[in-house]
Structures are given as C-alpha cells and as structure tokens.
C-alpha cells in the first residue's frame, strides 16, 4: 500500500511525495495537482500564482538573519510519465499510484512511479512547509507540462523570477551535480492513406512486440535496449517482402520521450502464405531476441489470427512507411567529444500510429549542440523526402550550456565535500532539463541540477532509492543554509 512509504525519512518529504501518489498527474492533466500547491501555499500563508502557462510559484521569505543572503529558486515540475505494464488496469487520469516499498527502494505496482519530479516536487513543499531550516528568499517554481513538450516552462515570462541561483531537482543520480543538458526537437512524418478493400483470400493477423525494457530517451539511449517501433518495422518489412503482407493499421509507442516498449500491427496475409509467414517471423523473433539477450532479454513478438480487417493501407503507402521507419535514425548519433561516456546527439523514434487516414512516425531529437541538431534534422529531412513526404520540425527547446565556473557550483562542492566526505561528480546530462529554458527567460540565474538516485525513470520498472532520498534532502537543506550573500 501506497501509505507504508510515510514511515520513510526524511518525513516531511516523503508525506508531500505521499499525497502527489494519491493525485493523478500525467501530462496534461495537472488540475488537481496544481489546485493542491496552491491550496497548501494558502495554508502555510505564503505568497503565490499561477500563471497562463500553468505554472505555479510560491515565494517564502528568508528566515530571520538570512535576508541579504542571494535568492534561491526551487525548480520542479508537476506532471509524470504515465506508462504501464500489459496486462495493469490503471488510468493515470483518475487513478492514484500504488507506490510500494521494495528493500532498499520505492516503486509502484506496475505503473510509473512518479518520482520524476515527484520527488523533486515534494522536496520543494517541504522546504517551504518547513519552519526550522534557515535560508534566505526563496521562490519554488513548480512547471506544467515538462514530459510532454516543456510547455510550462517554455512559457515563462521573462523576468518572472526575482531569485539569483536556481536548483533544478529533477536529476536522477545522487552524489552527481549537473551544469548543462541538451535540447530538444519533435520531428514528425506523416503518410497519407485511404483505406483499400482486402484482396480475397486473406486471413487477419495481430503481431505484438511486448515486454521490452523501453526507459528515458535522454539517459537510457545509450544502453542499447530494443525499440518496439523498429523491432516491428524489421517483422512488417519480411512479411511484406517475402509473404504478400499488407498493413491495416499500427500501434507503436506512445510518449516521444520514452524509448518505445510496445507495438500491435494488424495485417493481412494470404490465407496460403499463412503458415510460413508464422514460421519465419517467429525465427526473426528468435534472432531479434538473440541481438537483445544482453540490453533487453524480456522480448516478446506473439501473432495471432484475428479478424480480417476491414481495410488495407495501400500497398506502396506501406513500402514507403516501411523504408522510412527503417531508414530513420534511431539511438545514439554521436558522443561527445569532450566529455566521456555523454552522448552529444541522438533520436528516439518514438511513436508509429495510424488514425484511419494517416500514419505518423513521430521523433525526439535531441542534441548539446545546435550544429548537431541542425545535422541530424537534416538526416530526418532527407528519409521523408525519399520516402515522398515531409518532415515537421516543432516545439524546439534549447539546451543548457554548462559553466564550470558557476559560484554556486563551488559553493555545493564544498557544502557536499563537508556533509558527506567526498567530491560530487560535475556532469552534463543528455536528457533535457527546463534550465535551459528557464535560463533564457531568466539570464541572471545560476543554474544546477541534482536529485536522488532514479532508475528506469519513463517506465513501470522507475524505482527510486530511499537512502539517496534522504542524503539529498539533506544536501538540499545545507546548500541553503550555505548560500552566500548578494
């Protein structure tokens, strides 16, 4: 049960994350969540507003002797991830989370925990709710929309902030300070279609790739874990080929910044290819597995006869669909170069769907740099225009470039150095963080990021660790008391 986690400490965090479990919160659904930062804003008498972009912000006034300390800003954002395992009943628009203690972790039955930003989230509200920590003034800046195109914080007004040093707590490897991240570009084909009668002779069949590990397609990109959307791409492409296959409709992914876990096609093939047609994908299933035993042993490819579909996509719609998708970029582009074990540029070939009348192949760019992202837009660009359509760029959002010369990054150095006996790493992260955006909006800030340890964040395996919770609540706490004067 979700309530055992109230026994966690520290506990004034762990009730704050307790009661966003109970508060349904995907993209684009963040009413309640943001109707009860406000209402407890109102309790604590604090001042706040929400803005036309859905964020929230609170303002706390510095403790007694703190107040020519430099003003902080507490940076978090209120939507989650909503995935699930096949097979879990639960709707993320009216269910709460049933978030459970499992050893050394915090979890949840079968659905995305919430702890990206949860946590974060309920770091913030503790440390407005709480009467004896010292720091200066403070700003808690709770962001709409973050998962799903960073919309909250792309509508920041310029100037909103009054702080000097912002803290993002939405990173996810305790111990570890990041400086700069990499932005982000939704790329997108669509191939038209009307629907073609099916031929005589054919019989329906469902093909589902399932069970894989899916993940963040910022900083799980690199492990090499399977994409559903091109595991399924590879199984279309030799039915097509070589068994008469035609496609009726396809269902593949469903957030861009998720790595895709699962896809469902419905296809017809001819009632005497039928039997071979099994066979052979079942064997290149057997050699997908084989290519994944190490990244990704969970695969599951299953076909089995359904109705005949209605409707066909026409034949050469689905060539170029299927040449697109295997032609596209997926995973890691290239690795930074200067510094190790980062990748610089990647694409997450996130969602393939039909509607009916269009297929979408839809994409997350990301890139440390804008040559690299102008370059890899250009690949994208150049397989839609092969493939006879287009490719649309949108909701583009900037990286954050790191600056190792931050004052606040000193000053955590040695606050982390004294609190715990040793040196955080200094990092950048290939996710996109909103610090970018919030630090065009807001040029004065000096920016970092830093969080508990997360793992598997954007799927039904996140879990969060419960020492690590602790350790940076207490960094957090110190940091405050520890920030310098204007």
């Not at 979700?2 to 966003?20: C, D, G, Q, T, V």
């Not at 979890?107 to 200066?136: C, P």
């Not at 005949?308 to 060539?319: E, F, G, H, N, R």
Request: charged residues 20%.
């Amino acid at each position: 049960m979700s309530a055992e986690i109230l026994s966690l400490e520290p506990k004034i965090l762990w009730n704050h994350f307790y009661r966003l479990t109970q508060i349904p919160r995907p993209s684009g659904h963040e009413e309640a969540v943001r109707a009860s930062v406000v209402d407890f804003a109102k309790r604590c008498g604090l001042e706040w507003l929400v803005d036309e972009a859905g964020n929230v912000l609170v303002r706390k006034p510095a403790t007694p002797g703190m107040e020519e300390r430099r003003g902080v800003v507490l940076q978090a954002h209120l939507d989650m991830v909503p995935q699930k395992n096949a097979g879990t009943a639960h709707d993320f628009v009216t269910d709460p989370i049933d978030a459970l203690i499992d050893g050394e972790w915090v979890r949840a039955r079968g659905t995305t925990l919430g702890a990206d930003n949860g946590i974060g989230v309920a770091a913030a509200l503790g440390v407005l709710e709480s009467a004896a920590l010292r720091h200066g003034p403070l700003e808690a800046l709770f962001t709409a929309n973050e998962e799903a195109g960073m919309t909250g914080a792309l509508g920041l007004e310029t100037g909103a902030l009054k702080g000097d040093i912002l803290l993002n707590l939405d990173s996810e490897d305790e111990g570890e300070l990041f400086i700069g991240c990499a932005g982000g570009l939704d790329g997108t084909m669509r191939f038209h279609y009307s629907g073609d009668p099916v031929p005589p002779g054919y019989t329906g069949v469902e093909i589902r790739v399932s069970s894989l590990r899916g993940g963040h397609s910022g900083m799980d990109i690199n492990l090499g874990r399977g994409n559903a959307n091109t595991l399924m791409n590879r199984l279309l492409r030799m039915g097509r080929a070589r068994h008469g296959l035609l496609l009726a409709s396809i269902d593949g992914g469903s957030l861009r910044n998720a790595i895709p876990r699962e896809s469902t096609a419905l296809v017809a093939v001819p009632s005497a290819q039928k039997a071979a047609f099994l066979d052979e994908l079942h064997a290149l299933a057997a050699t997908i597995a084989g290519e994944l035993a190490e990244a990704d042993p969970g695969l599951r490819v299953e076909a089995v006869e359904a109705a005949l579909p209605a409707a066909v996509i026409a034949d050469a719609v689905t060539q170029r669909l299927l040449d697109a998708v295997a032609a596209c970029p997926n995973g890691v582009h290239r690795m930074s170069a200067g510094i190790e074990g980062l990748v610089e540029t990647s694409n997450n070939l996130a969602r393939v769907h039909s509607d009916g009348s269009a297929v979408s192949v839809e994409c997350l760019l990301r890139s440390a740099s804008e040559e690299g992202m102008r370059e890899l837009a250009d690949l994208v660009a150049g397989v839609a225009e092969r493939a006879g359509t287009t490719a649309v760029f949108e909701h583009g959002y900037p990286g954050w470039r790191p600056n190792p010369a931050s004052p606040i990054l000193k000053c955590m150095i040695e606050v982390y150095r004294r609190r715990f006996g040793k040196t955080p790493e200094i990092r950048a992260v290939h996710a996109g963080l909103e610090c970018g955006i919030i630090g065009a909006a807001c040029p004065q800030l000096d920016m970092i990021s830093f969080g508990p340890t997360i793992r598997h964040p954007h799927s039904p395996d996140e879990k969060v660790e419960i020492a690590s919770v602790l350790k940076f609540w207490e960094f957090l706490t110190a940091t405050l008391e520890a920030v310098p004067e204007r």
